[in-house]
């Protein structure tokens, strides 16, 4: 025997005994476990089109031999894989899935699978579901439960899921079983409510993407030293509440790779602290509401290759980042290139503005590289600031010493606002000071040592050291009169608290210095006011009550451009209308006298709007303006109105100007295509303006969200008509009223549809003078991104071609049926995410344009629909073009829509009278034959004749009578 085969002997027992142990385990693997092949045999049941598995069509065992395609199986039979990504399937899931409990990866994402999804319920071994970009409509409550090994799940894209519910939430059963969770992939699933605090806590979680959901409030604090690499928060989809709050929490997450906010409404500085985020390579921060001066360390961030800061309210200089893919437009920003200084006086008033906690009205306000041009607040003198007067601004937080320098400041006028702290040294600095006015804030001593030629005023600081103050060589502070009631704003000015007078047993004997009034003539004022304020109470409390309720009318066609009609219903039944500033006249209703009153002075009671709108219920929410919530009202006549309402935080000077430009317009412009304003109301801090309802809302709804509203979507003949709709309201504006104006804002959420989708175009507020001809007018940046025409983003220059552009926009929504930016859309460069940008490249072709078509526009029904959208595209193309010399007018725009919007033609009625008339025979004859019909009815023969014909309406007094005297027979 060789060598070899004595080794092959030696070895035979091993080799019987490993073949014997595998003989029984090819049985197994032909023999499915039955709740799982039980499972299978559902699946396919299940689908509308089972063909796509390429699973037998004999059935069988799935675990083979030969096993099914896309499922993998144990020993014992149990199904440990199901893949089934991207095969095309439709139909839906059977309750029967938790039967598969050797399940660890299930891959279902890509396919049109809908219906409600199973509960996943104690699969225990699962350790990836894939679900994404499917068309499910419900999930279950306990869908989580008992899933203690998952490490992967994707819910993303099933944009249905609870949505008639109004979306749903995350269960914090997720948390108690999935410990061991690694990604949790929830994008455009309707998730809403606030972000689960317990995500944060969830130690082994590393990636979460939530975007385009409707979440809303701030990020948990649980948040705060999160180990989470990738956190997506951007996109979300509510219309009266994003994600909001500070970036604070984030900027202690030091593990963060990717970070995408953007899309949101989160507010308050970037912290300097992100800059400790050194592992991150993207973060998007645009498209929020984020104030103030940027850390430095931005510019320091070693793996940044992506950092968009576009479109908040950021200040001062612009970090010199490199990463290679940065963009900044839409800000304040004091210099156009990354790592230009800015003026040293800018930079010290906007460190004043951080140390004031960034007030929006100033911020507003405070943009650019010279303070002289319009900052609020803000005086010169040849070019030098002068004087820094913002008294009663509810400034909050403490004075920087960076106000000291600002060495040309000679008057500092900061009284009646929420200041802490002490007063900086470096005020005392300031050779050209002459007075510093810091009365009525929450200021404490000591106070520096100013010159003996500076007037300053502390009074009302409750915490001041007045003895620390009053040894200041040479100051003069008041320190006696104690903080009055009221917030910022308010009457600050009188002392409303008895101050100690000499010779008194009061705690001070001193008469202290305000202003050159002494503390007991300021009593006497005080006593005067007590007097008044008492009189006036009794005066209050003898008037009538106010009116009950308030109705508006549209104006009629026949009044004059700056009138509107209101009738006023009082406590006691009687009703009036109003009309100018007349006291008396004709009582044509109730018992009221008519009036009229001039539109500027429309001013409408603000209890009448709150009882329209049930106290500004969440229930009548409409949508979200740019500085507030407008409401669903219904007066007590059922009059339907629309209420603007300016949040009270938002009342800031470029707040106020918007609400007050709305109302100048009501006196210069009325078309059919623009949105009627019928009245204003002013009480406190409410600043509300009324307009005409429209039921339809906006049109942004139902190109872009008419699923999650449950909306049909729009015809090509609607979209036409709209078009042709905006056109004309726009053509007013730019040519055809008394006065030229530029939109400045046109957009899809600004064009609101009534219940006939008939449109109009809303939203005012930024509205300004057109200049005659062609030419530019230079202004402050405002608009929406996306809609902005390339020369009036880069340089601030508008012209009405900048509508125009808007407009093109417009066009082009209504044909892709895609949003003006879109992170997500395909192609190359930046640029591709603005519509207008990536239409110009595909529009020419014929087929990239017909897939660039809004799907739920049916081609195929008709070619021509092609051959009008073709046209339609054309026309976008010109109104986008870059140069707004390529641009047409609106009157253009008309011209080519006119012709693509279907005419009325009469319709054929064979009826050749009406009400016995012959409608053919000349007019005198018929108005004889009317009279016959009349005077026949007093002999009882109305009853015949209302049978036939139905009831006969009144004849106006003096109509024939108007004939017969034409021709003087």
């Known amino acids: 025997m060789s060598m070899d085969a004595a080794a092959a002997h030696h070895h035979l027992p091993l080799l019987l005994l490993l073949l014997a142990a595998a003989a029984p385990l090819v049985l197994v693997l032909g023999a499915t476990h039955p709740a799982d092949q039980a499972f299978l045999d559902d699946l396919r049941k299940s689908l509308t089109n089972p063909d796509a598995l390429g699973w037998p069509a004999s059935g069988g065992d799935a675990c083979g031999p030969p096993a099914w395609p896309h499922v993998s199986c144990d020993r014992s039979g149990r199904v440990l894989n199901l893949d089934l990504k991207n095969a095309g399937l439709a139909g839906t899931l059977p309750p029967s899935l938790a039967s598969l409990a050797a399940l660890q990866d299930l891959s279902l994402q890509g396919n049109s699978l809908s219906g409600p999804l199973p509960s996943f319920r104690g699969m225990a071994a699962l350790r990836r579901a894939y679900l994404n970009d499917n068309d499910f409509d419900a999930i279950p409550a306990d869908f989580f439960d008992g899933l203690t090994d998952l490490l992967d799940v994707s819910l993303a894209d099933n944009p249905r899921l609870n949505a008639t519910q109004g979306g749903w939430a995350l269960p914090p059963s997720l948390a108690a079983s999935a410990q061991q969770l690694q990604t949790l992939s929830l994008d455009n699933c309707s998730l809403a409510g606030a972000v689960p605090p317990f995500l944060g806590a969830m130690a082994s979680l590393q990636n979460l993407t939530l975007s385009y959901n409707r979440l809303s409030g701030p990020l948990p604090p649980s948040f705060n030293a999160s180990g989470l690499q990738r956190l997506w928060l951007n996109n979300q989809l509510g219309d009266d509440a994003k994600l909001s709050g500070t970036l604070d929490v984030v900027a202690t997450m030091t593990s963060l790779q990717e970070l995408w906010l953007h899309g949101n409404d989160f507010s308050g500085p970037v912290p300097d602290a992100i800059a400790d985020c050194a592992d991150i390579y993207t973060l998007r921060l645009n498209g929020n509401q984020l104030v103030g001066l940027l850390p430095p360390g931005l510019a320091a961030m070693p793996r940044l290759q992506e950092l968009k800061l576009d479109n908040n309210d950021l200040l001062g200089p612009v970090p010199p980042v490199k990463a290679p893919n940065f963009t900044f437009s839409g800000n304040g920003f004091c210099a156009p290139n990354p790592g230009d200084a800015c003026a040293p006086d800018v930079m010290a008033l906007l460190l004043f503005l951080a140390g004031v906690q960034y007030p929006a009205r100033l911020v507003a306000s405070w943009s650019g590289n010279n303070p002289c041009a319009g900052w609020l607040g803000v005086t010169c003198v040849q070019g030098k600031v002068s004087v820094l007067n913002l008294p009663g601004y509810g400034l909050n937080g403490t004075i920087s010493h960076s106000l000291g320098n600002v060495s040309t400041l000679t008057d500092v006028k900061l009284s009646g606002n929420n200041l802490v702290g002490r007063v900086p040294d470096s005020l005392a600095r300031l050779s050209s000071l002459q007075k510093l006015d810091l009365s009525m804030n929450d200021l404490s001593g000591p106070l520096p040592a100013f010159s003996p030629s500076v007037t300053v005023n502390v009074t009302g600081n409750l915490n001041f050291n007045s003895t620390a103050a009053a040894a200041a060589p040479g100051a003069q502070p008041n320190t006696a009169s104690p903080r009055s009631p009221g917030g910022p704003g308010g009457s600050r000015g009188v002392n409303t608290a008895p101050a100690a007078v000499p010779g008194t047993n009061g705690k001070k004997a001193s008469s202290a210095v305000l202003l050159g009034t002494t503390i007991p003539v300021a009593v006497s004022v005080v006593a005067l006011v007590s007097v008044g304020a008492m009189f006036l109470c009794k005066k209050r409390a003898s008037m009538p009550p106010q009116a009950a309720s308030v109705v508006v009318h549209p104006r009629d066609s026949s009044d004059p451009d700056n009138l509107a009609k209101i009738v006023v219903a009082t406590n006691d039944g009687s009703s009036g209308t109003s009309q100018g500033n007349t006291h008396s006249g004709s009582s044509s209703l109730t018992g009221g006298d008519v009036h009229m009153i001039e539109a500027g002075n429309f001013v409408i009671a603000v209890q009448v709007l709150r009882g329209a709108t049930k106290n500004f219920a969440q229930e009548n929410v409409l949508g979200r303006g740019g500085f507030g919530v407008v409401y669903k009202g219904e007066l007590h006549d059922g009059t339907m109105i629309a209420v603007k309402r300016m949040e009270a935080v938002a009342v800031s000077n470029k707040a106020l100007d918007e609400f007050q430009a709305e109302i100048a317009v009501l006196t210069k412009v009325r078309h059919r295509n623009l949105v009627s304003i019928l009245g204003y109301a002013i009480e406190g801090n409410e600043r509300l303006l009324v307009y005409e309802y429209m039921p339809n809302g906006a049109l942004s709804k139902h190109l872009f969200h008419w699923k999650q509203f449950e909306l049909e979507p729009l015809s090509w003949k609607k979209r036409l008509n709209i078009a042709l709709d905006v056109a004309r309201g726009m ?239």
């Open 731 to 969: 053509e007013y504006l730019h040519n055809l009223g008394h006065h030229r104006f530029i939109h400045r804002d046109l957009k899809s959420a600004n064009i609101l549809l009534g219940d006939d989708f008939r449109a109009k175009v809303s939203d005012f507020g930024l509205m300004k003078d057109a200049p005659d001809g062609n030419f530019s007018v230079a202004t402050r940046l405002a608009g929406t991104f996306g809609y902005l025409a390339p020369e009036y983003a880069v340089t601030g220059k508008i012209s009405t071609k900048a509508d125009v552009f808007s407009f093109g926009v417009v066009l082009l929504e209504l044909i892709t049926g895609t949003t003006a930016i879109d992170d997500t859309r395909v192609g190359e460069g930046e640029e591709t995410r603005h519509l207008a940008y990536w239409f110009s490249q595909i529009r020419k072709d014929e087929e990239k344009l017909r897939a660039a078509i809004d799907p739920t526009l049916d081609l195929d029904a008709a070619e021509e629909t092609f051959e009008s959208i073709s046209v339609i595209a054309e026309l976008a193309g010109h109104c986008t073009a870059r140069e707004p010399s390529q641009r047409p007018d609106m009157g253009h725009a008309v011209n080519v829509l006119v012709p693509m919007v279907e005419k009325w033609k009469p319709v054929k009625d064979e009826a050749e009278d009406y009400l016995g008339i012959d409608l053919h025979l000349p007019l005198l004859q018929m108005v004889k034959s009317w009279q016959d019909a009349e005077a026949s009815m007093t002999d009882g023969s109305i009853l015949s004749l209302e049978d036939s014909k139905g009831s006969i309406p009144a004849r106006p007094a003096g109509f024939a009578e108007s004939f017969t005297s034409a021709d003087g027979r």
